[in-house]
């Protein structure tokens, strides 16, 4: 059986080795357009910021150690312009030179490629993008030389964010725009991608959100970039504003495709017989909402691409899709993940939807380095389904999302994942997991024991006519009167027992635990305040 796999970076090299191990005898031809296969795209912003130090660690396999390695065939700078289905062959173009190949069995992994805006000032010098090893390489030459002390990065989403954080680590100056009104759009709801704002702030790194990327100016090299608000000085723009499919080759080829990504069926098939497609230039399915979902992540690229190879083998595996699971590490020392549906995927997808967020310990708090998790669970409040988990946090936020991953993937219930053995050492973890943790916050949320005004809600204005009461430790809300949860043993003098109270202190759970002892002398009417100082501004009272 001849394999031709067009496009080889992470889906056709991982498609391709796992053919051949699952059947030494087939031919197995990887046709790619660049020069380089197999690199860490992932790693290119640490590469700019030398956290990678150089380029040959970014490139996993050369074309010679991986045909050593797997015994496929690797032909670089072989770009294929067309797909005859019927006659099952391809036309490439190499050098100039056309050629045809044949194939039995045709695996599309063509990726994609960064968009480009039609504005002007794109072909000034130090404007870059940053999806091949070249375009790391380039960005991170003109820092060094000295000639790029500020910057623009236009893009909010998680690649615009590595790369920001490392020219800052460079000591370049960087505005980071986008057009939506959050940071991290659609991946973190936007009180938590708020909250990533601050840290960047924080980080010296300036997000514009809301702002409109409209042109560059300059003598030869860029000097302004032209924004929706104003022109913003800098010497360098980095585009990080999406990526489209590379199926524009596909035209005519009867392959079925929507808004230009590939569709497949859960074996990773096209419409076409003997053409399978994987990676960024296929679409998959989301596995909770069973509805077609692109995921452009290395990870989809890798899962995916061994599936599609067994199948290619005679297998008949499935693969059950996406939950848009990510991780990234951001500007501000801190971390995020999420996985499932955030509370606005939940609401728009119909669920009944309930949330809780806490403010938890990732390891034991006497241990050295231990932070905080600030973790938003989603759930179904017909159902008890467990849908969802944003986290941020200096520490390992992929531990868990993870977690999150497994339920979600296993339909869990909110009730299932009660009281699970989760591991437990002070350099790790809390003896109460942190994800054991914040699901019991959620649990007593929807059991009635906590009641509380998310961060949204608080926002929004939901607190209004409620007294800010300071439950901490030790009185730490000026001007709000303070409530010692060691002192109450009845009614408390000064608060009536059908007084609305906002509760608040650091993280939330002083103010719950005072919650709950109010309760128990008749007060009927306080709310917690979720995430505590420690994620919302309160205003305090002049
Ligand atoms: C800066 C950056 C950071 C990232 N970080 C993460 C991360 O942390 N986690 C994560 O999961 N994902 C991450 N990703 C995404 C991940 O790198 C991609 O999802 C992955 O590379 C997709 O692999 P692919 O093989 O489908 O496509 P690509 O990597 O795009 O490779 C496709 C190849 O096909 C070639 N090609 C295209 N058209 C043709 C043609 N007509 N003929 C021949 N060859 C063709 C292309 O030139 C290319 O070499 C990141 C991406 C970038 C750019």
New binding site residues.
């Given amino acids: 059986m001849k394999v031709l796999i067009?496009?080889?970076?992470?889906?056709?090299t991982k498609a391709a080795a796992k053919i051949k191990r699952e059947d030494r005898s087939c031919e197995v031809i990887i046709?790619?357009?660049?020069k380089d296969i197999s690199y860490a795209?992932?790693g290119?912003?640490y590469y700019v910021g030398g956290v990678i130090p150089a380029r040959e660690q970014l490139i996993v396999n050369t074309p010679e150690s991986f045909s050593r390695l797997t015994g496929a065939q690797v032909l670089t700078e072989?770009?294929?312009?067309a797909v005859d289905t019927a006659a099952k062959t391809v036309t490439?173009v190499h050098k100039g030179e056309s050629s045809t190949h044949s194939y039995d069995k045709l695996v599309i992994?063509?990726?994609?490629s960064p968009f480009c805006p039609d504005i002007p000032g794109l072909d000034l010098e130090n404007v870059f993008f940053?999806?091949t090893p070249d375009d790391a390489i380039a960005l991170r030459e003109a820092v060094e030389a000295g000639g790029i002390k500020r910057a623009v990065v236009a893009g909010g989403g998680?690649?615009g964010l590595?790369v920001a954080e490392n020219l800052a680590e460079k000591g370049v100056r960087v505005n980071v725009i986008d057009f939506a009104p959050h940071v991290l759009p659609n991946f973190l709801d936007p009180e938590l991608s708020e909250y990533v704002e601050n840290k960047m702030a924080d980080a010296g790194i300036n997000p514009m959100t809301g702002v409109a990327l409209e042109g560059v100016l300059g003598d030869g090299k860029v000097e302004k970039v032209q924004t929706s608000k104003r022109a913003v000085k800098a010497d360098a723009l980095v585009l990080a504003i999406g990526i489209r499919p590379?199926t524009a080759?596909l035209e005519g080829s009867g392959i079925e495709m929507f808004k230009g990504t590939i569709l497949t069926d859960k074996n990773l098939r096209t419409n076409v017989e003997d053409v399978y497609a994987?990676?960024?230039?296929a679409m998959v399915t989301n596995r909770e909402t069973n509805e077609p979902a692109w995921s452009?992540?290395?990870?989809?690229?890798n899962i995916a691409g061994r599936v599609l190879a067994m199948n290619i083998c005679g297998g008949s595996k499935e693969y059950a899709g996406v939950l848009g699971t990510?991780v990234?590490k951001l500007p501000g020392g801190i971390n995020t993940g999420r996985t499932g549906l955030t509370e606005t995927a939940a609401k728009a997808a119909g669920y009944d939807v309930i949330t809780a967020l806490s403010v938890v310990d990732d390891k034991a708090h006497y241990y050295p380095g231990a932070g905080s998790f600030i973790i938003k669970m989603t759930a179904d409040k017909a159902t008890r389904k467990f849908l969802g988990l944003q986290v941020l946090g200096t520490g390992a936020v992929d531990k868990v999302t993870d977690i999150a991953v497994t339920a979600i993937s296993l339909g869990a219930t909110v009730d299932q994942l009660e009281n699970l053995d989760f591991a437990y050492a002070p350099p790790f973890s809390t003896a109460i997991h942190p994800f054991a943790h914040a699901l019991n916050v959620l649990l007593n949320k929807m059991n009635g024991s906590l009641e509380s005004f998310t961060p949204a809600e608080f926002a929004e204005g939901a607190a209004e006519g409620y007294r800010l009461v300071d439950a901490s430790p030790q009185p730490s809300i000026h001007s709000a009167p303070y409530l010692d949860l060691t002192k109450i043993e009845g009614e408390m003098e000064g608060f009536a027992k059908d007084e609305k109270l906002l509760l608040v202190c650091a993280k939330g759970k002083r103010a719950y635990m005072t919650q709950n002892r109010l309760k128990h002398y008749g007060y009927t009417n306080t709310k917690v305040l979720e995430g505590g100082t420690a994620f919302n501004t309160v205003e305090e009272e002049d």
């Avoid at 067009?6 to 056709?12: K, L, Q, R, S, T």
């Avoid at 046709?31 to 660049?34: P, W």
């Avoid at 452009?296 to 690229?301: D, E, K, L, N, W």
């Fill in positions: 067009i496009g080889g970076v992470a889906a056709g046709l790619t357009k660049g795209g992932c290119l912003p072989t770009e294929v312009t490439a992994a063509s990726g994609a940053m999806r998680f690649i590595e590379n080759f994987v990676g960024d230039c452009p992540m290395g990870s989809t690229a990510g990234a």
